[in-house]
């Protein structure tokens, strides 16, 4: 909850925030409610954009300050990956806007948006929405990158996928997870028998229509012998891909659930992931590193380590205080760090890490 209105009694509304004057919250409907009545309305710049429910608590969707434009779909998936961040009920939930208020939302979206996330769950399963969500951001913002976070499986149906590129942004890149070198190790994590074959055929299919791939790899425990046969399978099957990025777990939702089945520290992670990396980029493979602490990374890798991790979620020990490259570290998910308690290197001087 980023604020609640006193005395609220209007329902269910999006507003968009304007601190000009007293009067904070202007409503899609004409709705405005002043400054008095609100708490917290520091946490507000003028230009975001809230969901109002209908007790007054209210919710931010699109951050002013941050220009990144973030269109969840729904909580739903087809698959329950073993790891995945969320857990069972919120994955059971469709947690996602009706259709008519997500589009307004769009619509309320300033001209200046510099990027766009369409997410889930997995967002591909409002299929009629989705579409007309992918013709809306087309219409609105056909200049800017659209990333849509997907598992690709419903992008292997072929009639599906036509009505896609009939109505995709010209900047549209598709970032779909890849677990394993198998169908079975695929499929095993996913936790739905098939995956492996469906997302296959998704990114094939994208990569053949020239939209922009982007595979995922999750490091954990069950896929980390693996790692180099992903890669080797990347570079064989899919050499035009956009980009890959390893990713480090958060262990909320099923991660936390199945702990010690799939948890792996940063570094062991890192040391499994090293050989895949250095093959993906000796093929020129545009290749990142997501959610790993730099202290957990050979110097020689940090370029390619990314500040990924929400501002909110993250997290650092006391003693990375002591820290001379903690401006540049992705530090910890709020999460892992409560139930990990890692061991940090800090870094002295640049010198010492030869960076
Ligand atoms: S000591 Fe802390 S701030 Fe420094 S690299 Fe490690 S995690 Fe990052």
Redesign the pocket.
Known sequence: MNLFIEGYEGGFRLARVSLDGDIVLLGDDGYATRLGSVKSPERLSTGDILTIDKRGRGYRLYSNEEHDATVFMTGNCNSNCIMCPTSDRERQMDSGLPDARLLAYIDMLPADVSHVVVTGGEPTLRPRLFLKVMRKLTDRFPHIETLLLTNGRSLSVSSFFDKLIAYCPPYLCAAIPLHGDTPELHDRITRAPGSFEQTDRGIRNLLAAGIAVEIRIVVTRLNQAALSGIADLIIRYYPTVHTVNFIGLETRGNCAKNFKEVYIGHREAFEAMKGAIDALIEAGINTSIYNF????VDTGYWGICRKSISPEKIR??A??D?????E?????FSTTLSMTK?Q????LARKEAGA
């Open positions: 602490p730099l202290c957990a650092f020990p003693a990375c002591a820290c001379a490259a903690k540049e570290c992705g530090g910890f890692p940090v290197k800090p870094i």
